[in-house]
Protein backbone atom coordinates (compact mmCIF):
# COMPACT_ATOMS: atom_id res chain seq x y z
CA UNK A 1 0.00 0.00 0.00
CA UNK A 2 1.16 3.48 -0.72
CA UNK A 3 1.61 6.32 2.02
CA UNK A 4 -0.66 9.46 0.80
CA UNK A 5 2.32 12.25 1.24
CA UNK A 6 -0.24 14.48 2.31
CA UNK A 7 -1.44 12.10 5.32
CA UNK A 8 -0.43 12.57 8.68
CA UNK A 9 1.25 10.41 10.98
CA UNK A 10 0.12 10.18 14.68
CA UNK A 11 3.33 9.41 16.54
CA UNK A 12 7.02 9.13 15.28
CA UNK A 13 10.19 7.18 16.31
CA UNK A 14 14.07 8.48 15.26
CA UNK A 15 15.60 5.11 15.04
CA UNK A 16 18.77 6.69 12.75
CA UNK A 17 22.06 4.95 13.86
CA UNK A 18 20.41 2.03 15.22
CA UNK A 19 21.05 -1.34 14.00
CA UNK A 20 19.21 -4.40 13.72
CA UNK A 21 17.05 -5.53 15.83
CA UNK A 22 16.79 -2.08 17.61
CA UNK A 23 14.83 -0.29 14.89
CA UNK A 24 11.91 -3.04 15.12
CA UNK A 25 12.05 -3.50 18.86
CA UNK A 26 11.48 0.32 19.65
CA UNK A 27 8.55 0.25 17.29
CA UNK A 28 7.42 -2.61 18.66
CA UNK A 29 7.27 -0.49 21.85
CA UNK A 30 5.94 2.35 20.54
CA UNK A 31 3.21 0.76 18.48
CA UNK A 32 1.91 -0.41 21.80
CA UNK A 33 0.91 2.99 22.89
CA UNK A 34 -0.97 3.84 19.62
CA UNK A 35 -4.73 3.11 19.15
CA UNK A 36 -5.62 1.19 16.39
CA UNK A 37 -5.76 2.26 12.76
CA UNK A 38 -2.95 5.13 13.84
CA UNK A 39 0.06 5.92 12.07
CA UNK A 40 3.97 5.24 13.41
CA UNK A 41 6.26 6.90 10.73
CA UNK A 42 9.69 5.65 11.65
CA UNK A 43 12.63 7.02 10.39
CA UNK A 44 15.65 4.35 9.96
CA UNK A 45 19.19 3.80 8.16
CA UNK A 46 19.72 0.37 8.74
CA UNK A 47 19.80 -1.35 5.64
CA UNK A 48 18.27 -4.38 6.75
CA UNK A 49 15.26 -2.11 8.00
CA UNK A 50 13.44 -1.90 4.47
CA UNK A 51 13.31 -6.10 4.75
CA UNK A 52 13.10 -5.92 8.49
CA UNK A 53 9.78 -3.02 8.89
CA UNK A 54 7.67 -4.79 6.35
CA UNK A 55 8.36 -8.39 7.77
CA UNK A 56 7.34 -6.82 11.69
CA UNK A 57 4.32 -5.82 10.21
CA UNK A 58 3.18 -9.13 8.43
CA UNK A 59 4.20 -11.19 11.64
CA UNK A 60 2.04 -8.65 14.01
CA UNK A 61 -0.89 -7.93 11.53
CA UNK A 62 0.10 -4.23 11.51
CA UNK A 63 -0.21 -2.65 7.51
CA UNK A 64 2.92 -1.54 6.12
CA UNK A 65 2.71 1.99 4.25
CA UNK A 66 5.95 2.60 1.87
CA UNK A 67 7.29 6.09 2.72
CA UNK A 68 8.26 8.93 0.27
CA UNK A 69 11.27 9.44 1.97
CA UNK A 70 14.65 7.24 1.78
CA UNK A 71 15.06 5.91 5.52
CA UNK A 72 11.13 6.93 6.56
CA UNK A 73 8.61 3.99 6.80
CA UNK A 74 4.97 4.26 7.96
CA UNK A 75 3.37 1.40 9.73
CA UNK A 76 -0.65 1.46 10.35
CA UNK A 77 -1.13 -0.29 13.61
CA UNK A 78 -3.72 -2.89 13.55
Known amino acids: MAYDSDM ?20 RKRLQALSSDQVLRIRAD ?11 CNEQGHTFLDGN ?10
Request: with cysteine; charged share 25%; glycine share 2%.
Open 46 to 56: DPAAIVDIPHF
Open 8 to 27: KYDADLDAMGLLCPLPVLKA
Open 69 to 78: QPFEYFIQKK
